[in-house]
C-alpha cells in the first residue's frame, strides 16, 4: 500500500527553467492538495482539487499551475522557475468529512538556483 | 491573513517534562482540529485531533486541550521522550461547497527533547 507518492524526490532547477511535480495516490481519496513548506513559514497552501475536475487557489498560488489528471494524480507545475520557489513541496491526499485526515508524501526537495 | 497562529516557534524540554503547543484561530467555520507531527526528511502524520464539541482528548502521552469561547486549542505531551523530537503543526479543517473541505495549518513547532 503505497499511499501518496510523489516525484522527483530530489530536483535542482536553473532560473527560467521549467518542472512538474507529480503526485499520485491509491486510496481513492476525492481531495489532493499541494503545500509548501518553507523555515518559519509552516505549510502553505498552493492548490487543491476537492474532487475530480476541480482546482482552486490557496494561500501562494502565483507562478505555479495544477492539473488533476484523475482522480489518483494532481501535478504541480513551475513555469518559470525563480529562486523563491526554492523549498520542500509536498502533496497531500485528504479524506473525511468530519474526522478528516491528510495523508502526506514524501516530498520532492527543489532548489533554483 | 494568518488563520492559524501557533507558539512557540520551537521549544527545549528536558527527558520527562510536559512540552505545551499552543495555537489559535479566528474563523469560527473550522469544525475539526488536528495535530500533525513530522520527522526530519518525513512528510507530516496525524497524531491526534479533537472535534469543538469537546474540551480535552487524550490518547497516550498526548493531550490537545480545545477552548471554544478563546478560540484557543493545546497540545501537552506528557512525560516527553527524545524520541517525540520533531516538528508538530496544529491545523482547522473547514468545509466548503458541498462535501468538500479544506485544512490549513499553522508555522510549526520545532520541539527537542533533551535526554
Known amino acids: 500500500n503505497a499511499g501518496v507518492t510523489q516525484t522527483p524526490k530530489f530536483q535542482v532547477l536553473k532560473t527560467g527553467q521549467s518542472m512538474t511535480l507529480q503526485c499520485a495516490q491509491d486510496m481513492n481519496h476525492n481531495s489532493m492538495y499541494w503545500y509548501r513548506q518553507d523555515p518559519g513559514m509552516g505549510l502553505r497552501l498552493i492548490y487543491y482539487?476537492?474532487?475530480?475536475?476541480?482546482?482552486d487557489k490557496g494561500e501562494v498560488p502565483n507562478g505555479y499551475n495544477v492539473s488533476r489528471l484523475n482522480k489518483r494524480e494532481f501535478s504541480l507545475r513551475l513555469e518559470s522557475a525563480a529562486p523563491s520557489q526554492t523549498s520542500v513541496y509536498f502533496c497531500?491526499?485528504?479524506?473525511?468529512?468530519?474526522?478528516?485526515?491528510?495523508?502526506f508524501g514524501q516530498g520532492t526537495r527543489l532548489t533554483v538556483v | 491573513q494568518q488563520q492559524v497562529k501557533q507558539s512557540p516557534q520551537s521549544l527545549i524540554v528536558q527527558k520527562g517534562g510536559i512540552s505545551i503547543i499552543n495555537c489559535a484561530y479566528e474563523n469560527t467555520a473550522f469544525d475539526y482540529f488536528p495535530w500533525y507531527q513530522q520527522f526530519p526528511g518525513k512528510g507530516p502524520a496525524l497524531l491526534i485531533a479533537i472535534r469543538p464539541d469537546v474540551s480535552e482528548k487524550k490518547e497516550g502521552r498526548f493531550t490537545i486541550s480545545f477552548n471554544k469561547s478563546a478560540k484557543q486549542f493545546s497540545l501537552h505531551i506528557m512525560d516527553s521522550q527524545p524520541g517525540d523530537s520533531a516538528t508538530y503543526f496544529c491545523a482547522a479543517k473547514e468545509g466548503l461547497r458541498g462535501s468538500n473541505y479544506k485544512l490549513t495549518f499553522g508555522k510549526g513547532t520545532l520541539l527537542t527533547v533533551n535526554p
Open positions: 482539487s476537492a474532487s475530480e475536475g476541480t482546482t
Open positions: 497531500a491526499s485528504i479524506v473525511g468529512r468530519w474526522n478528516t485526515e491528510a495523508f
